[in-house]
């Protein structure tokens, strides 16, 4: 099976582009939301680019865990990872907050973080590409 790491590559940056469209919408839960998806698809680049299976989940942290077992993560990523994982339903559920819709819980400031984050990790996978 041919890899797809380049796809999954561009797709990210994708993400990433609408994430920046959304923080300056104001639309703060979905630039954080969109910044997760676009860590998620620049990691699934770096284990098709490896050759390697891509877990079963959505966790960055837990596949950033699994890529450290063959290449050198920073440890900087795993905090981001940690940092965007939060991001993966309460930006979309209401049920995920006590009361109120998901918008009313993000801030620019996060927003702004997350896509900070995602850059670092889709930079990551970018240099893992060949």
């Known amino acids: 099976m041919p890899s797809r790491a380049k796809d999954w590559l561009a797709q990210a940056e994708r993400d990433l582009q609408h994430a920046r469209h959304a ?14 998806q676009a860590s998620e698809k620049a990691l699934k680049a770096t284990f098709q680019s490896i050759g390697a299976q891509v877990l079963v989940g959505h966790s960055l942290r837990d596949m950033l865990v699994e890529l450290k077992r063959t290449l050198p993560v920073p440890p900087v990523l795993l905090e981001a990872a940690r940092v965007l994982d939060r991001h993966y339903i309460p930006t979309r559920y209401p049920d995920a907050h006590p009361a109120g819709a998901p918008f009313q819980f993000y801030t620019k400031k996060e927003a702004t973080q997350a896509i900070n984050h995602a850059s670092k990790v889709i930079g990551f996978s970018k240099s893992r590409l060949p």
């Open 23 to 36: 923080l300056d919408d104001g639309d703060y839960e979905w630039a954080c939301f969109a910044a997760h």
